[in-house]
């Protein structure tokens, strides 16, 4: 048993004289191989292959477009009409909003966080439903297109009767959010509206659609 023990010994210290150059990392690979610790690619080092393949976990993301890639299938085309993975034009309709929030509040006070849900639900629902109008009118042209051919109506996800029932539920969802206002704002925003239909038109007849897009805003 010394003997054995005397030859690990002496295995130890040749290998540690060996790999000496390599420093402290190079020491401890060569002390922990001599202490008889599977190698890499050693039948010990290996998983049992009665466990199977790792499952691949998806990276954990809260980006609106892992938002609608985690949403279940039947519901993506309509999350990507209304663009909800996109949500840049969201909040460029939705922050004078809440400016405008901010400043009327008392002083020294939070704004009324009802009117920003409010004014938050209105800025989805009508941004959806402007982008929803637009691919309804736009729907032969961005067949056409690279950048606009996978747009879910152009790409024949959604027909043009269901996108014209979703544009009805977005509209009515609004107008609910609408009517919890006053009676100035209901007539502003009612006015607004016909902005908001005609918008995807003026592409056709003008190079500067977005000065009807900032009259609408």
């Known amino acids: 048993m010394l003997g054995s023990r005397g030859a690990v010994l002496v295995r130890g210290l040749r290998a540690v004289a060996r790999a000496w150059p390599?420093?402290?990392?190079?020491?401890?690979?060569?002390?922990?191989?001599?202490?008889?610790?599977p190698r890499r690619g050693d039948p010990g080092d290996r998983p049992s292959s009665s466990a199977g393949p790792a499952p691949l976990r998806?990276?954990?993301?809260?980006?609106?477009?892992?938002?609608?890639?985690?949403?279940p299938r039947p519901l993506r085309p309509y999350l990507r009409l209304m663009r909800l993975d996109k949500p840049i034009g969201t909040w460029l309709l939705y922050l004078p909003c809440t400016w405008s929030i901010g400043l009327a509040a008392e002083p020294g006070s939070f704004p009324d966080w009802y009117m920003l849900s409010l004014f938050g639900t209105g800025a989805v629902l009508m941004r959806?439903?402007?982008?929803?109008?637009?691919?309804?009118w736009d729907r032969d042209y961005d067949k056409?297109?690279?950048?606009?051919a996978s747009r879910p109506i152009a790409a024949g996800?959604?027909?043009?009767?269901?996108?014209?029932?979703?544009l009805g539920?977005?509209?009515?969802?609004a107008l609910g959010v609408l009517l919890c206002l006053n009676y100035y704002s209901i007539a502003l925003g009612a006015a607004s509206l016909l902005l908001v239909i005609t918008y995807p038109l003026m592409k056709r007849i003008t190079y500067w659609p977005q000065l009807v897009l900032g009259q609408d805003r």
Request: with cysteine; aromatic share 6%.
């Open 58 to 71: 998806r990276p954990l993301s809260l980006s609106a477009a892992a938002v609608v890639d985690s949403a």
């Open 22 to 37: 390599w420093g402290a990392r190079g020491r401890s690979l060569a002390l922990a191989r001599a202490a008889g610790a």
């Open 157 to 166: 996800d959604i027909s043009t009767f269901q996108s014209f029932v979703f």
């Open 144 to 148: 056409k297109v690279t950048r606009t």
């Open 128 to 136: 959806g439903a402007g982008c929803t109008i637009n691919d309804m």
């Open 169 to 173: 539920g977005q509209l009515t969802l």
